[in-house]
């Protein structure tokens, strides 16, 4: 039951009250390749620094082209306002195509003119949204959205980034990110709103961004509302005209020179070496957005000024609105807002003349020589060596020149006609500079004539595994008619059919590979679609996994897709559709405007979910298998090609591999030479096609569903909590959620949520976890493992683990089992309508829902699980390799040293050793998870977009004849089922680790004693009691208040937000020691006690300042600088506005639900919900004050390192 999804970011974040700063780093981001995010569960990212979670609960828009598009060639020329006879013109400012590209007003009207004399019908336009370009050059797009309502987001794009640096600007951009929006005052003007503020730069772009509601909770000065949209566009405007002031200046600097500490992990440098190889010919092998340092130390206000004046120019931006506006308000604000701007006024103003020469020459041949002005002005400025299959270079056109001119070798030698541009000026910076890394690239290697590969070897002793990528680059494919759409479809069935089969087949008993993912994306920050091999492996078996992936893959280039992969995909591509169409308007703002910046980019038709479904629907109707198989042979074409005789295509392939540093004669050792002869031999390894596997349609037929009722009648019995509410009737509806229990003791929550459409979301909760281990009696590590490898399993009664997991695959179920440290956890979500359809239109024959499928497999666990020796293999090597990472992760190791000292070495709170892992037996891990599986102690939590009383008799049917004394084998006997408290603390102290590493880093700790998320702590007491005792002073009111059994986990929630906002404002802002500093809180629920944990980043030479400057904030908190009332009410809008976006969500419903039917966690019950507002509103900063005092924050307390 697992399935991997590839998708992730690296960035660095800092969270600043309601006001996020980011600031993205290099990553070439990854989309899943399977047909949709339903497919698979588990999100990946190459880098340590910040993970973007995944929610997979949610639907992306990307799924619309599995972020596969193009851009519209031809956009017509920016037009540009002179402001003054005056002013001269700006320097770097020239014509060029419009970044609006397909939904600029000229090419919108052609394409839509097109649709009676074209031979493939254009793909419409979304209904509604509006585009334009102001007389300046100032280009908006707007699209009215209500979800949610009173709400809008704008975001600014600026198409300059670090690719776009001259040779003594590297870094610039992002430091100039930093100060145009934190040094802005109107943005400072929407603290306490309820809005969020964001900005990041990358190689192609620089995005400032706010999220507001649409008026202000602060009434204006006749007691009106304040509309927000102004106050919005004045601090994104506010940033075009940025003052660049010294002061701020320095404190960026120093937080960019932190963050260029913090993001250095060896994730982050691995990403860097790929990046570097797969670009090799262009300037992002060269342009890093964190920039370079001795450079970042010596900028001015001069140097700032200069590139902002140079870039920030209103035919260089695009802004997007999505929102719940009015469109004709929306365009006159933009008009009102951004209509002054000129280019001459800010080339005016750039304060380094004698840059000025070299930023014309370079935006001379940024527009003749590069993909960002033939393609889209979103790209870098760069040219790529494509590697393509004979026909695809046609859909080109004039792109194909470009593509045939971009030999290395012409930058470096001067052509005999002086004005080309191309020829004299090193755009793509393959000539040698004194700041380049000293990178030692690997020669070209030929593995026959024509078969050319650029290999990269990057070693180094923090790499804990093998990791192998294997690139083609390919030009991007404009997606805005019926065949382009249809060309997209079947790349993503292929995509979709080769994942499944590495994810199900490709995990054996002993499986070479750990990792393996083949995909093809399209990348707007890169500028072309990249075709990528990414796979990791245990060092000595790295030659074994080389010619395993890389046989899968010439297995589909050669071979195809099954018929049965066809028809399974293309359904799955359809449901998703559908279920995107039915969302309708309730489509978050966030993932509109994602889904709109990317089409933009990429030059797609942007079309509204529903014109999707039925284009989707339309062009799988007739795709036919052999289309399938055409794409696929040409997306395996550049691995396909290395063997003579096969499909071949032109152009370099980019091997990279990365390893731990080894000796000549160790198994793992790995050189140009070895890696070149294994990719050669598994090009010529013979494949055969595979065969279809039989998929069951359901797990439980209806004649053993009907025997089930038979052999244990289910009955529905009241709802039963510990927060003082009264029962739930058990034959009623209630909102917001439905709780009951069965007959057999299982807990049942349902709610629904039609916020998600046709989406799902079931828990399953077994209180335990790692607590169990020791309270049960049961071998240390053994619930752990043995959940994992419960998910790595999937094999039921008489259905195979393939069969199980197609299963899941063709009803769009993903399935996810961690066992945490007090409770066995099980996430599904899953579509709620009929899915597993076959054929289309009035022929389509329906499935079983995806509710009922789930339920099926629920069940299914709970009584006919098998388990497997080959899964619990996979789960230990998993575990193993994970424990071996932390010795070889600055972050890692150092946590698990304090945690460490502070449990006392208690390993229900560490991560799990080898020898223990290698301890744990097959027995051992059913024993432990089966014993936690008795329908008793379970709890399921339901939401989802379905009708309450049908879910409720499918759980009834299948949950509810689950035997009451299924697994009551496994249960130990007389054993305490009461959780223990964490360990008491000892005095603090402080920890110094040293980690061997080639580029210093440091992190700093503080910790100490917390209560648990309800508030009690580790000697039974909690913090209401603590409170209500310490204020002798209190009304009936107060005390009442603080005897609601959220008051604890209120306060806490509350105190979390406003520590965060004075680290940053003290440790960042004021004393300019670090980019980041978070506190946190652990969080438990069942377990009394917990500990806090602020984690800050720094330099080395500045580690024990910022660690000193955390500890003063922390004491000032107590005592000089308590909480004051503005902090108390910026945390209440934070919080609050948190909760209610959360609560769109079907996994937020789900998460909240479980636990409130649980005895083991008192104070949660259906009040933790129903008055959540109200308890956060009513606070007080007397509360907080002495909520304070119950943690261990005294200086002889803490825990620091």
């Known amino acids: 039951m697992k399935f991997q999804v590839a998708a992730g970011i690296l960035a660095t ?146 198409f300059s980034g670090s690719s776009d640096e001259l040779e003594p600007q590297q870094g610039i951009a992002h430091l100039t990110e930093h100060v145009a929006y934190m040094g802005s005052r109107k943005r400072e003007r929407l603290f306490g709103t309820g809005s969020q503020t964001n ?22 000065s006749f007691g009106s509302p304040q509309p927000m949209l102004p106050m919005a566009l004045d601090a994104l405007c506010d940033v075009m005209e940025a003052r660049c002031d010294p002061s701020r200046i320095e404190k960026e600097r120093q937080a960019v020179l932190s963050e260029m500490t913090m993001v250095n992990t060896i ?54 609105i999505v929102g719940d506006l009015d469109p004709q308000y929306v365009q006159q604000t933009i008009e009102d807002k951004f209509g002054h701007l000129t280019a001459e006024k800010q080339g005016s103003e750039i304060a380094l003349p004698e840059l000025k020469g070299d930023a014309s020459d370079l935006a001379d041949a940024v527009v003749g020589n590069t993909l960002k002005q033939r393609q889209s002005w979103h790209y870098p400025p760069v040219r790529h060596d494509f590697c393509v299959v004979e026909g695809v270079k046609d859909l080109l056109d004039d792109e194909t020149k470009l593509v045939e001119t971009g030999d290395l070798e012409v930058v470096e030698k001067e052509s005999e006609d002086e004005s080309s541009i191309g020829s004299i000026y090193d755009i793509h910076l393959q000539k040698p500079y004194s700041l380049d890394d000293k990178v030692k690239f690997l020669k070209e290697a030929e593995l026959s004539p024509g078969k050319v590969i650029r290999p990269h070897i990057f070693k180094h002793e923090l790499l804990q595994n093998f990791s192998f990528h294997l690139f083609a680059k390919r030009p991007v494919e404009p997606i805005k008619d019926m065949e382009s759409f249809r060309r997209s479809l079947a790349r993503r069935v292929c995509l979709a059919a080769l994942q499944i089969r590495l994810n199900v ?46 046989s899968e893959i010439r297995k589909l280039g050669i071979h195809g897709v099954t018929p049965g992969e066809m028809e399974r995909y293309a359904s799955a591509l359809l449901t998703d559709a559908e279920q995107l169409a039915a969302q309708g308007d309730m489509i978050s703002h966030g993932d509109q405007l994602a889904y709109l910046m990317e089409t933009v980019a990429n030059g797609h038709t942007f079309m509204s979910p529903e014109q999707s479904y039925a284009v989707t629907e339309q062009a799988l109707s007739t795709l036919t298998l052999e289309e399938v198989n055409r794409a696929a042979a040409e997306l395996c074409s550049h691995i396909t090609g290395l063997n003579d005789g096969e499909l071949t295509s032109t152009g370099k392939v980019v091997a990279v591999a990365c390893a731990p540093k080894s000796s000549d004669n160790d198994a793992a050792f790995v050189d140009d030479d070895m890696l070149c002869q294994a990719i050669r031999e598994a090009c010529t390894i013979e494949v055969e096609p595979v065969e279809d596997v039989v998929v069951p349609h359901t797990l439980v037929t209806p004649a053993e569903l009907e025997e089930a009722m038979k052999a244990n009648p289910p009955s529905w019995e009241s709802g039963q909590f510990s927060d003082g509410t009264p029962n739930t009737p058990a034959d009623r509806i209630t909102r917001p959620f439905t709780l009951r229990r069965l007959s057999n003791g299982i807990r049942v929550g349902i709610n629904q949520n039609p916020a998600e459409s046709q989406r799902g979301h079931l828990r399953l909760v077994a209180p335990g976890g790692r607590d169990a281990e020791r309270r049960l009696g049961f071998k240390s590590g053994s619930l752990a493992v043995g959940a994992r490898a419960m998910q790595e399993g999937g094999s039921f009664g008489s259905f195979s683990r393939e069969q199980v997991e197609l299963f899941a695959v063709d009803h769009l179920i993903m399935v996810e089992i961690n066992c945490n440290e007090e409770s066995l956890v099980m996430d599904f979500v899953f579509p709620t309508t009929n899915v597993g359809n076959s054929g289309y239109g009035e022929n389509m024959k329906l499935g079983i829902t995806g509710t009922e499928s789930v339920l099926q497999i629920v069940r299914e666990i709970l009584v006919d699980f098998n388990w497997e020796e080959d899964a619990l293999g996979r789960s230990k090597s998993s575990y193993r390799t994970a424990h071996e990472s932390l010795g070889k992760s600055l972050e890692g190791k150092s946590t698990e040293m304090i945690m460490d000292a502070v449990t006392s070495g208690d390993d229900r709170f560490l991560s799990i050793d080898v020898d223990t892992v290698n301890a744990v037996t097959l027995e051992d891990a059913k024993n432990a998870v089966m014993s936690q599986l008795r329908p008793k102690d379970l709890e399921i939590s339901v939401s989802g977009d379905f009708v309450v009383n049908e879910v409720l008799e499918q759980i009834l049917q299948y949950l509810g004849t689950v035997p009451a004394d299924a697994n009551a084998e496994f249960e130990v006997k007389d054993a305490t089922m009461e959780f223990d408290s964490v360990p008491k603390l000892a005095p603090g102290k402080h920890l110094d680790l040293e980690l061997e590493d080639s580029d210093p880093r440091a992190v700093a700790y503080v910790a100490g004693a917390a209560p648990n998320q309800w508030g009690f702590l580790a000697d039974g007491t909690s913090v209401a009691q603590r409170v209500s005792e310490a204020d002798k002073r209190a009304s009936d009111y107060d005390k009442q208040r603080r005897a609601h059994p959220l008051f604890g986990n209120a306060a806490l929630s509350l105190i979390s937000e406003i520590a965060n906002r004075r680290l940053f404002s003290t440790v960042r802002e004021r004393k300019q020691l670090t980019y980041d500093a978070n506190f946190s809180l652990t969080g438990f629920e069942r377990m009394k006690g917990g500990w806090f944990l602020v984690t800050v980043t720094a330099s080395k030479e500045k580690a024990q300042k910022a660690l000193d400057a955390c500890k003063e904030t922390l004491e000032a908190l107590r005592k000089s600088n308590p909480i004051s009332v503005d902090n108390l009410e910026s945390a209440k809008r934070v919080v609050l506005n948190r909760h209610e976006g959360e609560l769109r969500t079907s996994q937020y419903w789900a998460t909240i639900m479980s636990g409130i039917q649980e005895e083991s966690i008192p104070l949660k019950g259906p009040l933790s919900v129903t008055d959540f507002h109200a308890v956060i509103e009513a606070m007080t900063t007397t509360d907080l004050q002495l909520a304070l005092d119950c943690m261990g924050l005294e200086e002889s307390q803490l825990y620091t390192a």
């Open 13 to 158: 974040a800092l969270f600043v009250g309601d006001v996020n700063a980011f600031s993205f780093v290099p990553q070439r981001s990854s989309i899943a390749v399977t047909p949709s995010k339903s497919i698979s569960n588990n999100g990946r990212t190459r880098s340590s620094s910040l993970v973007m979670k995944d929610d997979n609960s949610k639907f992306s828009f990307a799924n619309l082209f599995s972020g596969e598009g193009a851009a519209a060639s031809g956009a017509a020329p920016t037009r540009v306002r002179r402001s003054s006879a005056t002013l001269e013109p700006h320097p770097s400012q020239r014509d060029h195509i419009n970044p609006l590209n397909a939904l600029y007003p000229p090419n919108k009207q052609a394409i839509e003119e097109s649709a009676g004399t074209s031979t493939t019908p254009p793909l419409p336009f979304h209904p509604a949204v509006q585009s334009g370009v102001l007389s300046n050059g100032f280009s908006y797009v707007f699209l009215p959205n209500r979800s949610p309502p009173n709400r809008f987001e704008a975001h600014l794009q600026v």
């Open 505 to 550: 087949g490709g995990r054996s008993d002993d499986p070479a590979f750990t990792f393996v993912e083949f995909n093809q994306l399209d990348s707007a920050r890169e500028g072309c679609a990249v075709c990528s091999l990414d796979m990791t492996a245990d060092p000595p078996r790295w030659r074994e996994a080389v010619l395993k992936s890389i």
């Open 267 to 320: 994730e982050y440098r691995v990403e860097c070496q790929i990046l570097s190889t797969l670009h090799r010919e262009n300037r992002l092998a060269k342009r890093f957005p964190i920039g370079k340092e001795s450079l970042i130390q010596k900028w001015d206000r001069d140097d700032v000024k200069t590139w902002h004046r140079t870039h920030y120019r209103p035919d260089n931006v695009l802004l997007y």
């Open 199 to 220: 900005a990041y730069t990358d190689f192609h772009h620089t995005v400032f961004y706010a999220a507001c509601p649409t008026y202000s909770p602060n009434t204006g």
